[in-house]
C-alpha cells in the first residue's frame, strides 16, 4: 500500500531554511486524483496545514504562513519537498506529509500521513 | 486559535458510546466536507472518517460522523481503552482558502 517516508535535519538553527523531503513509495505521485500535502503539530498542540501540491507543479499554501513557504515536486525521484524559511522557535514541531484528496471543496482530507519527523529550532 | 472548537476533553466507561462536537462556520463546515483522524499517543494521525460520513477501508463500523449545518460530530460507540486518543476534525476553509483542523479533544476510557 502507499507510504510516505519524511526525511530531513533534526535541528534548525533560528533564521535558517528547513527544508523537508517526502518520499513515496507503493504508488505514482503522478496521479491526477489528489495533491500532496504537509502538515506540522507543535509539540502538545493541534494540526497546521502548511500547503500542498499537485504533481504537474501548482501548490496552495496556509496564507498565515506567508510568503516563507515553499513546496516542490520531483515525479522522477517520487518525491515532494517543502522549504520554510526564516525558522524561529514558534515553528518547532513535528511536520507530517500526507496524500491530500481533494483540495478546496472537493472533500479535503489526509490519508495517508507519513510517521512525522520532529524539527526543533535551537541556536 | 483554530478556526473549528472541539471540546478539549471527553470520557466515557469502557463499552459506552461517547461524541464529540465539531463547530465551525458557513465559511468552512457550512459548504464543505468534514473529515476526522485519530492520533494514538506518539503517532502519526489516522483518517477514520471522510465527506462527512464515509469510512476508509479497514476502520470499524464504531465509528460514525455527521454533520448539521455549522457543526459536525464524530460518534463512536463500544468504546475500548485502545480508542484512547487526541481526536481531530478538519475541512475547508473557503474565506481562508485553507485546510483547517480543530483543536482537538483528548478521549479518556475510564
Known amino acids: 500500500q502507499l507510504q510516505l517516508q519524511e526525511s530531513g535535519p533534526g535541528l534548525v538553527k533560528p533564521s535558517e531554511t528547513l527544508s523537508l523531503t517526502c518520499t513515496v513509495s507503493?504508488?505514482?505521485?503522478?496521479?491526477?486524483?489528489?495533491?500532496w500535502g504537509w502538515i506540522r503539530q507543535p509539540p502538545g498542540k493541534g494540526l497546521e496545514w502548511i500547503g500542498s501540491?499537485?504533481?504537474?507543479?501548482?501548490?496552495n499554501h496556509n496564507p498565515s504562513l506567508k510568503s516563507r513557504v515553499t513546496i516542490s515536486v520531483d515525479t522522477s525521484k517520487n518525491q515532494f519537498s517543502l522549504k520554510l524559511s526564516s525558522m524561529t522557535a514558534t515553528d518547532t514541531a513535528a511536520y507530517y506529509c500526507?496524500?491530500?484528496w481533494g483540495l478546496g471543496g472537493d472533500g479535503n482530507w489526509f490519508d495517508p500521513w507519513g510517521q512525522g519527523t520532529l524539527v526543533t529550532v535551537s541556536s | 486559535q483554530s478556526v473549528l472548537t472541539q471540546p478539549p476533553s471527553v470520557s466515557a466507561a469502557p463499552g459506552q458510546k461517547v461524541t464529540i462536537s465539531c463547530s465551525g462556520s458557513?465559511?468552512?463546515?457550512?459548504?464543505?466536507?468534514v473529515s476526522w483522524y485519530q492520533q494514538l499517543p506518539g503517532t502519526a494521525p489516522k483518517l477514520l472518517i471522510y465527506?462527512?460520513?464515509k469510512r476508509p477501508s479497514g476502520i470499524p463500523d464504531r465509528f460514525s460522523g455527521s454533520k448539521s449545518g455549522t457543526s459536525a460530530t464524530l460518534g463512536i460507540t463500544g468504546l475500548q481503552t485502545g480508542d484512547e486518543a487526541d481526536y481531530y476534525c478538519?475541512?475547508?476553509?473557503?474565506?481562508?482558502?485553507?485546510?483547517?483542523f480543530g483543536g482537538g479533544t483528548k478521549l479518556t476510557v475510564l
Open positions: 465527506e462527512n460520513n
Open positions: 501540491i499537485f504533481y504537474r507543479g501548482g501548490s
Open positions: 500526507a496524500r491530500h
Open positions: 458557513t465559511f468552512n463546515i457550512g459548504y464543505n466536507y
Open positions: 478538519g475541512t475547508w476553509d473557503s474565506s481562508l482558502s485553507a485546510s483547517v
Open positions: 507503493g504508488g505514482s505521485i503522478s496521479n491526477s486524483n489528489y495533491y
